[in-house]
C-alpha cells in the first residue's frame, strides 16, 4: 500500500470509505529489510534448532531461538536493526513462499521493497492508531509477543481475521488501494492467488488491537489479545471487556517478488498455481505472522502520541538505508535458502 500518493488519485480508485481514511491515517509505515532467513521461532518453538520450517525474519539483530520474555530484552541484546526506524530492535517474522516448478525442485520467493521505500527483501510494517486522530493507543510492554494465523490450517474454516492475498498485474502494484482483506471487495483472497500475478502478491497480516492488560503472552500466543468487541479498529470499535487496554495496529504487508517465476512452462502441467509456504502449504490458509516487541525505552509510544507518519518522524531515530541494510545476523545453523531445492527444508508444519 502507497499513501504518498495525491490523495485525490489515491481516492480515485478506493471503492470504501474506509480505505479512503486508510489511505490517510497518520500511520507509521517503514521498511525492515532482511536480518536473516532460518528455520527458528523462539515464540512457538523457543529453544528448538531447528524450527519446523523457514521462516524470513526482520529486526533487530539479537533475533535467537531463545528470548525469554522481560530477560532478554531486545532492545538492550541488540547492536543494530533492519528497521528504518533506528529505536525498533523487535522482530517481525512470517513464513515464507516458494516456487515448486513442474520438474518437483523448489526455490525461494524473495521480498521485493514496497513502493515508495528502500531496503533489502523483509516487509513493511506499519503501526496504526484510531483514524479519528484523537483515541489514543498504548504501547506493547517489554517482553510483549503475539501471533496471528495458524501454520496447520488448509481450509478458511477457523482463519483469523486479516489474513490475506492480493495478486499484483504489475509492479506498479494494480490493483492498487482499498484497505487490504476487506471481505467483499474482490481484491483480496484468504488463499494464495490461483495465479497470473505477473507483478508479485502481496501477503498481509493485521494483528489484534485490544489487550488484556496483564500477560505479555499466552500458551497459545494469542488469547492475550483481541479484536474489537464491535465494529474495526479503523472506526475506534470498542475493545471487550476482558481485553480493555487499545493497541496500536500492527500491519505486515510481504511483498513476494514472483516475477523471476512468471513464465507459465514452467509451472505444474495441471495449471495449478505453483506456489508453496515453507510449512509445505500450497493453499494460503496457513500464512501467519509473529511479533516481539523490541522498541527502546518509551520510543514507541512516543512515535504513537506525536502520531508519526512514514518512515521519518521528528519524535523519533532513524537511520539510512544503507545502515539497516548492513545490519543482518548468520543462520543459527547454516543451510541453503537460496538455490533450488529438492524438498523444502523440513517438509512439516
Ligand atoms: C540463544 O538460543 C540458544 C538456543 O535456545 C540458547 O542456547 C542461547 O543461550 C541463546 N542465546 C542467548 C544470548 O540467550
Ligand atoms: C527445474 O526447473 C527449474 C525451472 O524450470 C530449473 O531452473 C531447474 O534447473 C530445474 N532443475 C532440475 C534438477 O531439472
Given at each position: 500500500?502507497?499513501?504518498?500518493?495525491?490523495?485525490?488519485?489515491?481516492?480515485a480508485?478506493?471503492?470504501?470509505?474506509?480505505?479512503a481514511?486508510?489511505?490517510?491515517?497518520?500511520m507509521?509505515?517503514?521498511q525492515?529489510?532482511?536480518?536473516v532467513?532460518e528455520?527458528?521461532d523462539?515464540?512457538v518453538t523457543?529453544g528448538?534448532v531447528?524450527?519446523?520450517h523457514?521462516?524470513q525474519?526482520?529486526?533487530?539483530n539479537s533475533?535467537?531461538?531463545t528470548?525469554?520474555?522481560v530477560?532478554y530484552?531486545p532492545s538492550?541484546?541488540?547492536?543494530?536493526?533492519?528497521?528504518?526506524?533506528s529505536?525498533?530492535?523487535s522482530?517481525?517474522?512470517t513464513?515464507?513462499?516458494y516456487?515448486?516448478?513442474?520438474?518437483?525442485?523448489?526455490?525461494r520467493?524473495?521480498?521485493?521493497?514496497?513502493?515508495?521505500l528502500?531496503?533489502?527483501?523483509?516487509?513493511t510494517?506499519?503501526?496504526?492508531?484510531?483514524?479519528d486522530?484523537?483515541?489514543?493507543?498504548t504501547?506493547?510492554?517489554p517482553?510483549f509477543?503475539?501471533l496471528v494465523?495458524?501454520?496447520?490450517?488448509?481450509?478458511?474454516?477457523?482463519?483469523q481475521k486479516?489474513?490475506?492475498?492480493?495478486?499484483?498485474?504489475?509492479?506498479?502494484?494494480?490493483?492498487?488501494?482499498?484497505a487490504p482483506?476487506?471481505?467483499?471487495?474482490?481484491?483480496?483472497?484468504?488463499q494464495?492467488p490461483?495465479?497470473?500475478?505477473?507483478?508479485?502478491?502481496?501477503?498481509?497480516i493485521?494483528f489484534?488491537t485490544c489487550?488484556?492488560?496483564?500477560n505479555?503472552?499466552?500458551?497459545?500466543?494469542?488469547?492475550?489479545?483481541?479484536?474489537?468487541?464491535s465494529?474495526?479498529?479503523?472506526s475506534?470499535g470498542?475493545?471487550?471487556?476482558?481485553?480493555?487496554?487499545?493497541?496500536?495496529?500492527?500491519?505486515?504487508?510481504?511483498?513476494?517478488?514472483?516475477?523471476?517465476?512468471?513464465?507459465?512452462?514452467?509451472w505444474?502441467?495441471?495449471g495449478?498455481?505453483?506456489?508453496?509456504y515453507?510449512?509445505?502449504?500450497?493453499?494460503?490458509?496457513?500464512?501467519?505472522?509473529?511479533y516481539?516487541?523490541?522498541?527502546?525505552g518509551d520510543?514507541?509510544?512516543r512515535?504513537?502520541?506525536?502520531?508519526?507518519?512514514?518512515n521519518?518522524?521528528t519524535?523519533?531515530?532513524?537511520q539510512?538505508?544503507?545502515?539497516?541494510?548492513?545490519?543482518?545476523?548468520?543462520?543459527?545453523?547454516?543451510e541453503?535458502?537460496?538455490?533450488?531445492?529438492?524438498?523444502l527444508?523440513?517438509?512439516?508444519?
Amino acid at each position: 500500500m502507497l499513501w504518498k500518493l495525491p490523495y485525490l488519485a489515491a481516492a480515485a480508485v478506493m471503492p470504501y470509505t474506509a480505505s479512503a481514511q486508510f489511505a490517510t491515517a497518520a500511520m507509521m509505515r517503514f521498511q525492515c529489510s532482511r536480518l536473516v532467513v532460518e528455520r527458528v521461532d523462539p515464540l512457538v518453538t523457543p529453544g528448538m534448532v531447528q524450527s519446523p520450517h523457514i521462516h524470513q525474519i526482520v529486526g533487530g539483530n539479537s533475533f535467537n531461538a531463545t528470548m525469554t520474555p522481560v530477560d532478554y530484552d531486545p532492545s538492550e541484546e541488540s547492536t543494530c536493526t533492519t528497521c528504518d526506524y533506528s529505536e525498533d530492535f523487535s522482530n517481525y517474522w512470517t513464513a515464507n513462499l516458494y516456487f515448486k516448478a513442474r520438474n518437483g525442485t523448489y526455490k525461494r520467493v524473495k521480498q521485493m521493497v514496497n513502493l515508495g521505500l528502500q531496503g533489502t527483501e523483509g516487509m513493511t510494517v506499519y503501526y496504526i492508531p484510531p483514524y479519528d486522530g484523537k483515541t489514543t493507543v498504548t504501547s506493547f510492554k517489554p517482553g510483549f509477543r503475539m501471533l496471528v494465523g495458524d501454520s496447520a490450517l488448509r481450509t478458511s474454516a477457523g482463519q483469523q481475521k486479516q489474513l490475506c492475498h492480493r495478486c499484483y498485474t504489475n509492479v506498479q502494484q494494480t490493483p492498487f488501494g482499498g484497505a487490504p482483506c476487506v471481505d467483499g471487495s474482490g481484491m483480496d483472497t484468504a488463499q494464495l492467488p490461483p495465479g497470473g500475478c505477473d507483478g508479485g502478491i502481496r501477503a498481509t497480516i493485521t494483528f489484534p488491537t485490544c489487550w488484556d492488560g496483564v500477560n505479555l503472552d499466552s500458551p497459545d500466543h494469542k488469547s492475550h489479545v483481541a479484536y474489537p468487541a464491535s465494529g474495526s479498529f479503523e472506526s475506534t470499535g470498542p475493545c471487550p471487556s476482558t481485553h480493555p487496554v487499545r493497541l496500536p495496529q500492527v500491519m505486515y504487508e510481504v511483498m513476494w517478488d514472483t516475477r523471476e517465476f512468471n513464465d507459465k512452462s514452467t509451472w505444474p502441467e495441471d495449471g495449478s498455481q505453483p506456489f508453496v509456504y515453507s510449512m509445505n502449504d500450497e493453499t494460503g490458509y496457513g500464512w501467519h505472522g509473529d511479533y516481539l516487541f523490541g522498541w527502546k525505552g518509551d520510543a514507541l509510544q512516543r512515535g504513537l502520541d506525536a502520531r508519526c507518519f512514514g518512515n521519518a518522524c521528528t519524535a523519533l531515530e532513524t537511520q539510512r538505508p544503507e545502515d539497516s541494510m548492513a545490519c543482518t545476523k548468520k543462520q543459527t545453523v547454516p543451510e541453503d535458502v537460496d538455490g533450488w531445492l529438492e524438498e523444502l527444508p523440513s517438509m512439516v508444519m
